[in-house]
């Protein structure tokens, strides 16, 4: 649903879910609107069956029936959007969001806890869905193919980076024997077996051997570009006969 909605139209009987998610376990918190506490929880993490279970059970505690809309939220972090489409698919409504948003008592700094983001992120859930605009911030969650083709650009970014960083290694061991490299490519070998120092001499072993690592690195990175490139012009094409 829409952030904007949210703010339109008056909410029903909700319940407010506040997920803060840690490798091990996640820290849950409830509230309503008309309740003046929270209800905290743990879970280990990745147990849906538990969170359905806290759910139900949270609307007991608040007497809620048992049909009350949930609206739950967690940080955008390394757990990325799976939860998201977990939630949505237990027809749950929820939103990502920034977790700079989130307003930081200064006394709370130093005894930073699950428990207190948890109870913070949930009031927090519940003066946003009430009209507050700026208790939240809430992020897109790209369609699971369209975040699926960004990490393959990203994967393909770091490549490039990468490759960049070992072609500039390179150079830079060449040129501390007074030596340029037309370019680092695929025949790079030949060139540098071939190429003599100022007196004639051969590149010394020691320094060969450490240009000759670094373009094993070089190559093996540039083809596994390649092949991402590829993969990626060819998903985006597959991509675009289906929307035609």
């Known amino acids: 649903m829409p952030a904007t909605l949210e703010h339109s139209t008056p909410f029903p009987v909700t319940l407010f879910v506040a997920l803060e998610l840690s490798h091990q376990t996640w820290k849950l918190a409830f509230c309503t609107q008309n309740s003046g506490?929270?209800?905290?929880?743990?879970?280990?993490?990745?147990?849906l069956g538990g969170l359905e279970e806290e759910i139900r059970l949270s609307?007991?505690?608040?007497?809620?029936?048992?049909?009350?809309?949930?609206?739950?939220?967690y940080e955008a972090g390394r757990d990325g959007f799976w939860i998201h489409r977990v939630l949505v698919s237990m027809e749950l409504s929820n939103f990502v969001i920034?977790?700079?948003?989130?307003?930081?008592?200064?006394?709370?700094?130093?005894?930073?806890?699950?428990?207190?983001d948890a109870e913070k992120m949930v009031m927090a859930l519940a003066r946003y869905c009430r009209g507050e605009k700026r208790a939240l911030?809430?992020?897109?969650?790209?369609?699971?193919?369209?975040?699926d083709?960004?990490?393959?650009?990203?994967?393909l970014f770091a490549l490039r980076s990468e490759r960049t960083r070992s072609?500039?290694?390179?150079k830079g061991l060449l040129a501390s024997q007074g030596l340029v490299a037309p370019r680092v490519d695929a025949r790079f070998l030949e060139w540098l077996a071939m190429e003599r120092l100022w007196n004639g001499s051969e590149v010394p072993s020691g320094v060969r051997s450490r240009i000759q690592r670094e373009y094993a690195r070089w190559?093996?990175?540039?083809?596994?570009?390649l092949a991402l490139d590829k993969e990626r012009r060819d998903r985006m094409k597959d991509l675009s006969d289906v929307n035609l």
């Open 37 to 47: 506490r929270t209800r905290i929880r743990s879970i280990p993490a990745r147990n």
């Open 59 to 73: 609307k007991e505690k608040f007497g809620l029936p048992s049909d009350a809309r949930v609206q739950t939220c």
């Open 98 to 116: 920034e977790s700079s948003s989130l307003e930081v008592d200064r006394r709370q700094k130093q005894r930073k806890t699950d428990r207190l």
């Open 137 to 147: 911030r809430v992020i897109h969650v790209p369609a699971a193919i369209d975040e």
């Open 149 to 155: 083709i960004r990490n393959l650009q990203r994967e």
């Open 167 to 170: 072609g500039n290694r390179i």
């Open 219 to 225: 190559r093996f990175t540039h083809d596994q570009v």
